[in-house]
């Protein structure tokens, strides 16, 4: 299977689906379902999807995945230990917190989402070739949101109104931005595929002239985003990429960064700022606002949350700051889930993130040649800790962190059972002289 994110490319496509087989397309649907979303602006804050869009295209999507995975249903068996294991206690969770949600019925379609993708990936993991159908899975994943970051971008160049935003960017006056992607989603997007094509272009899977071209095509997306935690994301992942192939260069990279960063602060600062207000920019976007509202909504519910999915939900709609009142989320992942689910979520989701960081830093040691699946370690934390990442509700994040997991949980299997067939070398036992010479 040829690795590219060129959403055109109709070879991967099929080359990805074929290898991926009904979990692929499970988990194709899945995606549209959670990606094709409009906010509806009647409603109380964008928060709120357009009721008629989830009829009509989520709960279809998420029916047909689960009717596709129930076609076959077969789960790989699964240890304590494994990351899966963990993603597996925290979807259950998240499920059973409908008994006491806020929310039930926005539970309920949230699980469920997390429950069928975790089954897409648990049933991949029980093929014959396991490692491969998670590569393919990982394929389908960057294309269908490449594809959708694409769409974006094109009806921001032909000046569509509704994709078309009145911020400015890193490089341009106004952003791209869609119904159903906003432009901190293109550009968070858009750096996750930069990402993956510099750990495959590292680990040599991908010739210099392929992956300079691919890397075009995702500046091109990026360079109209409206994101600056997708810069801070990209940097840093790039810095890693750069010590994972020379500790040496790594380290002066590292350094060359902090010398540039202090001596252009002030610059750096204003040009990130743009048109928007000292208040709101030292407010991370009103961010900080409702991080301290939420801290406040947790203390009333330590436990076990207002439910999974509806914490950030809970704590806007009780905002008197209208600014602060129609934003999406909290902007947090582990306030959204210290909300939701309360402290016994929040280590759950905290140790599942941890472990798979641990596990997939020391994999990219061993296996080079999955750099690319385990590069995307460090986007998750960033999306988590700047928007809901893995620990708020389902999104792309959460397919590409059951990628990392998975991978992770195989290819540690693969070297326990190596160690374990490993034939032992026998040793005859040493004759004293006393003992041959008595017979």
């Known amino acids: 299977m040829r690795f590219t994110i060129y959403p055109w490319h109709m070879k991967s496509w099929r080359s990805a689906f074929r290898i991926a087989g009904l979990p ?83 539970t309920v379609g949230k699980s469920t989402e997390l429950l069928l993708a975790g089954l897409v990936f648990f ?60 432009g901190n989603g293109l550009g968070y997007i858009s750096s996750a595929l930069i990402l993956v094509v510099l750990a495959e272009w590292q680990a040599r899977r991908l010739q210099a002239r392929v992956a300079l071209r691919e890397l075009a095509f995702a500046l091109v997306l990026f360079s109209v985003s409206a994101s600056r935690t997708s810069f801070g994301i990209l940097l840093l992942t790039i810095l890693i990429v750069v ?61 076990f949350g207002v439910g999974g999915g509806i914490g950030g939900k809970e704590v806007i709609v009780h905002l008197q700051d209208m600014y602060a009142a129609q934003m999406s989320s909290l902007h947090n992942g582990f306030l959204e889930v210290l909300t939701g689910l309360g402290l016994v979520g929040f280590v759950i989701g905290t140790y599942m993130l941890v472990l798979a960081t641990w596990r997939a830093w020391r994999a990219w040691e061993t296996n080079p040649e999955y750099a690319g699946t385990y590069v995307l370690i460090v986007h998750v934390w960033m999306t988590t800790i700047m928007s809901t990442g893995v620990l708020g509700w389902m999104g792309f994040e959460v397919a590409l962190f059951l990628c990392i997991a998975t991978n992770a949980d195989l290819i540690r299997r693969r070297a326990q059972m190596a160690k374990a067939l490993a034939p032992i070398p026998a040793f005859w036992p040493q004759v004293k002289v006393e003992e041959l010479q008595l017979h």
């Open 123 to 182: 049933e991949a993991s029980r093929s014959e070739n396991p490692l491969e159908k998670v590569e393919a899975l990982r394929q389908i994943v960057l294309l269908t949101i490449s594809a959708i970051a694409m769409i974006t971008v094109i009806g921001f160049l032909m000046r569509i109104h509704a994709f078309v935003q009145p911020r400015a960017g890193l490089v341009s006056q106004t952003t791209a931005q869609a119904p159903f992607l906003s």
């Open 24 to 106: 692929g397309v499970a988990l194709f649907f899945l995606l549209l379902g959670i990606m094709l979303q409009i906010a509806d602006v009647t409603g109380v804050g964008a928060g709120h999807s357009d009721t008629k869009l989830l009829l009509l295209i989520r709960a279809p999507a998420t029916l047909l995945a689960f009717l596709i995975l129930l076609y076959r249903p077969r789960i790989a068996p699964l240890r304590v230990t494994d990351i899966r294991f963990a993603y597996a206690v925290f979807a259950i969770l998240y499920m059973a917190s409908t008994l006491w949600s806020a929310q039930p019925v926005s």
């Open 243 to 303: 010590f994972k192939r020379s500790k040496v260069i790594g380290t002066m990279a590292v350094g060359a960064v902090l010398l540039s960063a202090l001596e252009f602060w002030n610059r750096i600062v204003t040009h990130l700022q743009g048109n928007e207000s000292a208040s709101n920019f030292e407010t991370l976007s009103g961010r900080t606002l409702v991080w301290t509202a939420a801290v406040r909504q947790f203390e009333r519910h330590p436990f």
